[in-house]
């Protein structure tokens, strides 16, 4: 520690160390330690017969399917629509560029009332889909399409950098070997944009596990059927079952953990090729 | 492949880059496309490449072999193009690197997995880098990433290398030997090879033919010696080298006679001497124009001597002399000496003066 210090040429290491574990144990470590203390009254065995449930299982499955669909959707088209701003020029961009971070800062039970307007069975979109026999509404469907909106911004914002840094002499180098602009895009742009739009599709696919508000209107909320992680919680917890609440947390916490490693592991795998450190 | 390009101009924004250029490059030679920087000589290339449109109106033509390539997509042209900052493919290794332009052909015209390796390992050992085939661009060091650029150009086979300042990214020492290694490649290739520079030097020596470019135009074409020796004008001699500038007055009635005593900010002409065409004088000479001259400063580290030197006016000079010649004379710091000059050209309005 104090050799490490001595050749710090930027001042300002201990405090800044302190300061930074101070408070992610403060913000992110307490609270998650509270969690585990409050399901610990359940016990080992408490705890599986909550997680072994029928119904927490099917919600995880739900919330897992959801926000993968989700995320999966949104790295289509957030890739699609950063690749637009970056690339094409147009009168009324810096409108379209500030309307992709409107879900960040629109209160989610907001956005989840205006979607159920629109997708429910006399919404502008939900008769017509209706008529094709595409139920939205009360629909795992209709919970995907809440979390892509929620979804959208994290992966326009971490790809736009990513596809602004691209030198166009990369491309314009494969133009010349003789690749198409398919081939180009497939196998020169693509990769290379690869690690970020994994962050992407990472940050969206978590803010959809998380996602409560905008969902609970166009759910349905039916037990075993469109009943998210998160909903089953408020449900425990309204029922003063602290414990229970805590523990569907706790699993999902861990599952999300997981998940979120494995993609953060693969996107440093892919960043470091890149970089070949 | 002889490349021609007739009337060509080309505007970015309305600033005019190039101004209705005509030019050929030669079958096989190497030609430096040589200016300062914004003389539009990057334009030019990427024009013959196709990565730059030329603009429609007045319409030019870019002729490869007498077959007009304007409206040729740049995949099409069968160019070989190397990028100043090598452009390689982060995530591919040196292999996939070399073997991209034969993967990325269609199907009917790829070559066999066996073909493509063979092919990429004959470049690798021409670029001598075959043991590090399995390297990223990160792995690498800046030369040899360029060899590599270089592997991947020429693995498609091109009629004509184009090179945008290859060595510009490179350290001195690099550099040099890059360039030699350029001009021996060029030998045993033989193709039409054009490259940017802005270094003279580099131009002087290695290319067959050198296109002086300035501000969109073209300043002059010719062999290293022929525009070393025989500058077409101001620019061209002062761009090739040192050079010390003196304003004269040109006194049109004696034939061109220019007496040194005139100049002075009254001047109609621009008299140029290349620093090692002065000769020393430790005793004033008794005929002909001289400059007395204060030695400021001797540097002797070096292939020549450079001497910096002040005249009357307080006017700075640049005296280059061999070292052989300098000490036989043993000159030092504050003498005073007289300097004529051995070669000399005159410009009127940046153009030649007839002698």
């Known amino acids: ?277 | 492949m002889s490349i021609k390009l007739e009337n060509i101009s080309k505007t970015f924004n309305g600033f005019k880059a190039l101004d209705s250029i005509n030019i050929e490059f030669a079958d096989g030679k190497l030609t430096a496309l040589l200016g300062p920087s914004g003389s539009g000589k990057t334009t030019l290339l990427r024009l013959v490449a196709g990565l730059e449109i030329p603009d429609p109106d007045p319409a030019g033509r870019i002729l490869f072999n007498g077959k007009d390539v304007v409206n040729e997509q740049v995949g099409r042209r069968r160019v070989g193009f190397v990028f100043q900052h090598y452009a390689l493919f982060r995530h591919m290794n040196v292999f996939e690197n070399v073997a991209f332009g034969m993967r990325v052909k269609k199907r009917s015209e790829r070559p066999s997995q066996e073909e493509i390796r063979e092919r990429v390992f004959e470049l690798l050992r021409l670029v001598q880098l075959d043991s590090m085939y399995n390297r990223l661009p990160s792995q690498l060091s800046g030369g040899q990433r360029q060899r590599v650029a270089l592997a991947r150009a020429l693995a498609i086979r091109p009629e004509v290398l184009l090179l945008d300042e290859p060595f510009g990214a490179l350290d001195a020492k690099v550099r040099t030997e890059l360039r030699r290694w350029l001009r021996d490649l060029h030998e045993r290739l033989h193709f039409t090879s054009i490259f940017v520079t802005h270094d003279q030097e580099e131009a002087l020596e290695i290319a067959d033919r050198i296109v002086l470019t300035n501000q969109g135009r073209i300043e002059q074409t010719g062999t290293p010696e022929e525009v070393f020796h025989n500058p077409a004008n101001e620019f061209v001699m002062r761009f090739l080298g040192e050079v010390n500038v003196f304003h004269a007055r040109v006194d049109e009635n004696a034939a061109g006679q220019v007496s040194l005593k005139e100049r002075g900010e009254l001047s109609d002409a621009n008299l140029l001497i290349r620093p090692h065409d002065f000769q020393i004088h430790l005793e004033n000479p008794p005929k002909g124009s001289r400059i007395a001259a204060v030695i400021q400063k001797i540097r002797t580290a070096g292939p020549i001597v450079r001497i910096d030197m002040s005249d009357e006016e307080n006017k700075a000079i640049l005296v280059h002399l061999s070292h052989e010649e300098f000490r036989a004379m043993s000159l030092a710091c504050g003498q005073r000496v007289f300097l004529t000059p051995r070669q000399l050209k005159i410009y009127a309005n940046g153009k030649k003066k007839p002698k």
């Open chain 1, 1 to 277: 520690m104090n050799a490490i210090k001595k050749h710090r040429v930027l001042p300002g290491f201990g405090l800044s160390l302190g300061t930074s574990l101070f408070y992610l144990g403060l913000i992110v470590l307490l609270p998650l330690s509270a969690l585990i203390f409050r399901s610990s009254a359940l016990g080992w065995q408490g705890l599986w017969e909550i997680l072994g449930s029928e119904r927490v299982l099917r919600s995880y499955r739900l919330t897992l399917g959801t926000s993968f669909a989700a995320a999966g959707v949104n790295a289509v088209f957030g890739f699609i629509i950063a690749w637009f701003l970056v690339r094409v020029k147009f009168p009324g961009k810096k409108i379209v560029d500030s309307l992709i971070d409107l879900p960040f800062a629109l209160p989610t039970a907001v956005s989840g009332i205006a979607l159920t307007a629109i997708y429910s069975r006399n919404g502008w979109l939900g008769a017509p889909l209706e008529a094709l026999g595409i139920k939205v509404a009360f629909t795992p469907v209709g919970i995907t399409f809440a979390m892509i909106l929620v979804g959208l911004p994290f992966v326009v914002r971490t790809v736009q950098p990513a596809l602004e840094e691209l030198e166009t002499e990369l491309e314009e180098a494969a133009l010349s070997l003789g690749a198409g602009r398919w081939k180009t895009f497939c196998r020169v742009i693509f990769p290379m944009v690869l690690p970020s739009l994994m962050t992407g599709f990472a940050m969206a696919f978590a803010r959809a596990l998380g996602e409560y508000g905008s969902v609970v209107f166009i759910a349905g909320n039916m037990p075993m059927k469109t009943e998210i992680a998160s909903l089953l919680i408020i449900t425990k917890l309204e029922q003063y079952d602290y414990a229970g609440a805590t523990a569907i947390a706790i699993g999902m916490l861990a599952i999300s953990f997981l998940l979120l490693l494995l993609i953060n592991g693969l996107q440093s795998w892919s960043s470091r090729r890149l970089k070949g450190i």
